[in-house]
Every structure is written in C-alpha cells, then in structure tokens.
C-alpha cells in the first residue's frame, strides 16, 4: 500500500473555483484531519478522493495516486474499480447512507459482491461477521439480521465503517462520521477510526470537531475559502495555531464556564419525581429540576438517557404519568399549554433545515409567527426586521429560503422564529450539534446575548460538555431515564461524584486535568 497522495485538487462550479489547489498526503497507518468553517470545501475534497463530486462541479488535479493508482483522468467506470475497493467513504449521516429496506448484513456484504464477487454463501458470511467485530459491534451475527432503525446512532455508525472496511481498503476517508453522537458514543466511534490507522490504512478524516482531531489525528490540515492556509503535526498546530482562521476554530472551543450569581427568585419552572413510560419502557424516572429567569439549565447524557423525552414535558406536548411540572406557579401539562399559554414555552429543534418549510421565504416563515403573537399585518414586516437583526442576520435575509441559507443561518432563523412570540422558556433540542466551532461559538454567544437582554430562562438539551461549560449555569446529568448528578456546571467540571459523570467528561476530554 501507498496510502494517498494529491497535489493541486480543484473543484469548480459555475461561479468559480471551490477547492483552490489542495495539496494531500496520508501514508499507510497515518490519520490525517482535514478541518475548517462549514462552506470552506471539506467535504467537496472528501468527495473528490472519492470520484463522488456532485454534478455540474468538475474535480481536476495535477496528482490524484490512491493506492497507487493514478486516478486524475479516472471515468466513472474505473472509480467503480476503485471506489469500495482501494478507497472508502464513511458518510457523516449513517441512517440516511444505510438502506432502511436492506439488513445489515447485504449493507456490509455488498462491497464483497461487487468487487470480489466468487467470495460467496459461507465465506461472504463470514467475512461480514468478521468486519462487524472488527468494528466491536455487539453481537455480530444477530446485528447482520438487523435493519438500520433497529439500532442506535452510534451502531449504525459502527456498521457503516464495517461496510467500509470489508474489502481491506488502502484508504478511508471518514467525513463528519460522530456528528450529533453523544460523547461516550463519539469516543468510542473515534478509537475505532484510530485503531484502522494503527492496522495500516491511511485515514482522512474530515470534521468541524476539534477535540476529536486533538483525540485520534496525526497531522492536521486547516482550510479556508477552499485553500489550505496551515498544516502541520497536530499537536503543533492545536498549541501555537499561525494563522488566523486555525486561531478562531481552536479558541472557539474553549468556552469559560459563565460563573453567574445563582438568583434567588421563584422558578420559571420546576418538575418533581417526573416518570414518562413508554409501554415497558421507563422513559423519564423520577426526575426533578428547577430552571429560573435569566438562567440555564444544561440535560446532558447518552442517546435514549431520556433527554428529548423530558424536553417534550417541559414543551408541553407530552404529559407526565407521574409527578407535578408547573410553570410560572401554575401545573403544567398539554391540557394547560393551548394558545397564549403555548407560546411561553418555545422548543428551537436539532435539525433546522426538517423545522422550516423549504416552499417558504425566510419572511414568510417569520411573518407567520409574528403575526401568532398578535403583531398588526401592518408591521409585520418591521418586526421580521427585528428579529433578524436580533439573531445577527440582516433584514435582507427574509427574502431567502432555506436552502440558500448555511446551517448556521437557518439554525437562527429557527431562533428567531421561537423569540417572535417573546417566551419565557426557551427549550433548545441539540441546537448546535451539527455546526462547526466557530459557527457554534456565535449562535452561543447571540442566545448568551438574547438571555440578558430579555431575562430568558433557558434549557439545553445536548451531548457536548464543551457547550454546556460555555452556555449552561446549572446541568443534569441523565442516564437510563434518570437523574445521576444535578448540580452548578462548574462544581459538575471540577469534581464529578458519579462514574457516569466522569466517564462523559474523560469521553469528551473535559475531566479534571483533561485536554479540553
């Protein structure tokens, strides 16, 4: 094996060059990420080593050796040859690149079939079961008869790189593979990736995450406006970045915990010994907090620690089986959240781009919230104006669609639009789960900003400990549906009392004397 080597990669549309001449080498048993601002051509270069680049965009280089193979004037015909065989994609999203229609054995076997297909009955299942376990997914053979909603997010993740690995590929290119996975589950994930080039494959791991290219990355390659504007050893790199763009990415993820004074106040909204089941499954156990005006409540835990669950109770769209939730002094359930009542609580939901209507403008999206909070049609467009200025967008963003919007842009459309009925709760879902550092440090810092200007209560429902220290005063931690440890973020950061606790905080690098 050679592992990769390109020189001069370019992309270009109708409007120009994307990719401006990147240059990339990854020997065998080397980890290489590839970071930078969500728009600056990551996952364009990803797809160009992959013979992937979307249609109406040209891919051309003055080297692009994959394994040895000179792949610059490759048809689609050859990269099939060469796609799944010599080199590998694992896609950031693995339940929308996993067929919902296809067990997860013929998703991993399908690989073997096309490029070596006399490998076939008893030698093909085998050789499944074995990239399942190499990927240490539990109980491979009954996964194999499994389909993709049947698993969690970071064992789908799991099956996708053991589809990717089946055939012994040279190279791996992995774009964004933890997005939105807890930090356990990330952890676990990016020890995977790091022991692939351990065993001799050259890896490119494309991602917005900085603590897991400081976790399993060898070297480190900073773009930005396509071009490569800093390279070099990671650790180098992560400790005395040169350029400025490499300098925002890395302080960008080193939030300071707020250290307010606790207030004193009545709760907005308290919960006491809430359970939520479903069927036998005991959803939300026990569970009891307190969220004030002008203060935040961070939920942390593992995927299914029952996190969205006690997020919909406090919306107001589920109901408790047990247990007393009140709002401003008065029971809380979806009998009492209808009409004005609804509109004090507002739920800002992970994924923007599913929350707004993709047929509507970015205006008439406003405009219809605005005028649920009795705004007079005659200044509706004024107060549109507002609150786009008011989550740092310009006036002339309300002639857009989603589409034309970055997902930073639509996740504060998606604020803007819970503010217009001015709530007093804000609950936000994994609001910033899939945005990059930076992007992420800017939609914190706006929501910091709005909760001082309007005494906001707010709670945030997330995986990311990194956010929590920066945006939270107090945190629960949940796991199995129940409260573990409750307490303010900064006594949770320095002195964890539960194992689980300290396993989230080793897992994403946050424990006392960590790297993060």
Not at 23 to 39: K, N, Q, R, T, W
């Amino acid at each position: 094996m050679s592992g990769l080597r390109v020189r001069e990669l370019r992309v270009t549309g109708p409007r120009g060059e994307i990719v401006r001449g990147v240059d990339l080498d990854v020997a065998p048993g080397e980890c290489v990420a590839i970071v930078g601002e969500s728009g600056t051509g990551k996952s364009l270069t990803a797809r160009a080593l992959v013979g992937l680049v979307p249609t109406g965009l040209t891919a051309t280089a003055d080297a692009l050796d994959i394994d040895g193979v000179d792949l610059r004037a490759a048809t689609e015909r050859q990269w099939r040859g060469v796609r799944g065989a010599r080199v590998a994609l694992v896609s950031q999203d693995a339940l929308v690149s996993l067929d919902p229609l296809r067990r997860i054995g013929a998703e991993v076997a399908e690989p073997v079939r096309i490029h070596t297909p006399s490998v076939r009955g008893t030698r093909l299942r085998e050789r499944v079961r074995d990239a399942l376990t190499r990927v240490s997914l539990p109980e491979p053979e009954r996964r194999a008869r499994q389909y993709p909603h049947e698993l969690s997010g970071g064992l789908r993740q799991r099956a996708l790189l053991a589809s990717a690995l089946v055939t012994d590929p040279a190279v791996l290119v992995a774009d964004e593979p933890t997005t939105a996975l807890d930090a356990t589950v990330q952890a676990r994930v990016l020890d995977l990736l790091r022991g692939v080039a351990d065993g001799g494959v050259a890896v490119v791991l494309i991602t917005h995450d900085i603590a897991a290219v400081r976790r399993i990355a060898d070297r480190v390659v900073v773009l930005h406006a396509g071009r490569v504007v800093e390279e070099g050893p990671t650790a180098d790199v992560l400790a005395a970045p040169r350029d400025p763009h490499t300098r925002a990415l890395v302080s960008a993820t080193a939030a300071d915990p707020l250290n307010r004074s606790p207030r004193s106040d009545a709760p907005l909204m308290s919960g006491a010994g809430l359970r939520r089941t479903f069927g036998d499954r005991v959803a939300v156990d026990d569970v009891s907090f307190e969220v004030r005006r002008g203060r935040t409540l961070a939920v942390v835990g593992e995927s299914g620690s029952g996190k969205t669950t006690l997020a919909r109770l406090m919306v107001g769209v589920a109901e408790a089986d047990a247990g007393a939730l009140r709002f401003e002094g008065r029971p809380w359930s979806p009998r009492v959240a209808r009409g004005s009542a609804r509109r004090r609580v507002q739920l800002v939901q992970q994924n923007p781009w599913g929350a707004l209507d993709p047929r509507w403008s970015v205006g008439r999206t406003l405009a219809e919230a605005v005028a649920a909070a009795g705004v007079a049609r005659a200044d509706r467009r004024a107060a549109t104006a507002d609150l786009l200025r008011e989550v740092g967008l310009s006036p002339g963003f309300a002639k857009r669609r989603p589409s034309q919007l970055s997902g930073g842009q639509r996740q504060r459309v998606a604020i803007a639009r819970a503010l217009a009925v001015s709530p007093a709760l804000l609950v936000l879902d994994e609001p910033v789960s899939a945005l990059d550092a930076t992007v992420r440090a800017r939609i914190l810092a706006r929501l910091r900003d709005l909760q001082r200007e309007r005494d906001l209560a707010m709670v945030f429902i997330t995986h990311d400990l990194d956010v929590v220290r920066g945006i939270a005063d107090d945190v629960l931690v949940m796991r199995d549906g129940r409260v573990v440890e409750a307490g303010p973020v900064t006594r949770i950061f320095s002195e964890p009392r539960h194992a689980f606790t300290r396993e989230l905080l080793d897992a994403a690098g946050s424990a006392p004397g960590g790297t993060a």
